[in-house]
């Protein structure tokens, strides 16, 4: 009888400190790692997300950017897997495909497993661009380039088995091409600089990075990998459109997570708390003004999303 009761004041105990870090949560300002470097697309909307996270409506605490760059994703996202505390202050920015593909192809310390998904901010499309001053206007003009000069079509992307790669082999495989795709270590913006500088002569990077490059007369953007054209880019036709079979395996999804072994009265504050704060007039405006698609997703949402990406990636990358 003793045991039991011992067993159930435990109980007890246990069940009334969830319920008190629920209402406290959070006590103090919250840490966000991103995988990529500072002034690419998923730090710059990270940013902008967050920003209200200090409001009551919110999560009364600011939210601080920590970037942890390198390998396409694979440094933070291997030290967020492995290193960072399960405690509800240290939240990342997830980025789909990118950590899924990269640990279907292995060499990585992390899954699907190692995360829970909180929410989703938006959905961001890879474009193909090339300098301004190109001669070629179209992708037609790219593949044919590519045809008669066999791998020496250079092109940057963020890294290895990110969307950008993902896009890179779809092209080649419905244009029937071998093209030279050169990752870059500083993710997107490093991609974009290459393709501006003239260090390459194309590019396979996020709209909303070519979305900005386009608007300061940098790039071209010469085709959309998604199955619909995007209100940002209105007269810019998809691959699809342009005669590629090609169809929105590379879209960057991109969200907050955390690790495996959060509190789960944590991860319900966050997961009922941060699709609002997404959701803000303020938050809506400036990823607007930046060209950044929003695609706001609540857990359950996110968590099939990440399944269905999964099962994609795998027949896509089977083989390689």
Known sequence: MKNLLTAATLALTTLAGGAALAEDYPERPVMMMVSY????????????????????????????????????????????????????YTLAAYNVPHFIAQSIKGGVEYSTDSFEPIANWGADPAVFVVAADSPMNSMD???????????????SGAGLFVGHHIAALQLEKAAGV????IPTKGG??????????GDVMGGVNNLSDAFRAQEAGNVKIL????????DFLPDVPTLKEQGYDIDNASVNFRGIMVP?????EVIETLAATVPEMFNNDRVAKKMAAGGSPMHIMDREEVQAMWAAREETLKALLAGL
């Open 37 to 88: 470097g500072a002034g690419g697309a998923t730090d710059f909307q990270a940013r902008i997300v967050t920003m209200t996270a200090g409001n009551e409506d919110a999560l009364g605490m600011p939210v601080a950017i920590i970037n942890k760059p390198g390998a396409g994703g694979r440094v933070g996202w291997n030290w967020f897997a492995t290193q960072a505390d399960a405690d509800g």
């Open 141 to 155: 003009d790219l593949v044919t380039f590519a045809k008669d000069n066999p791998g020496k079509l250079t092109f």
């Open 178 to 181: 071998k093209m030279a795709y």
């Open 188 to 197: 997107g913006a490093a991609a974009m600089k290459a393709v501006i500088a």
């Open 223 to 230: 085709g959309v990998f998604d199955l619909e054209r995007n």
């Open 260 to 264: 495996k072994g959060t509190p789960p």
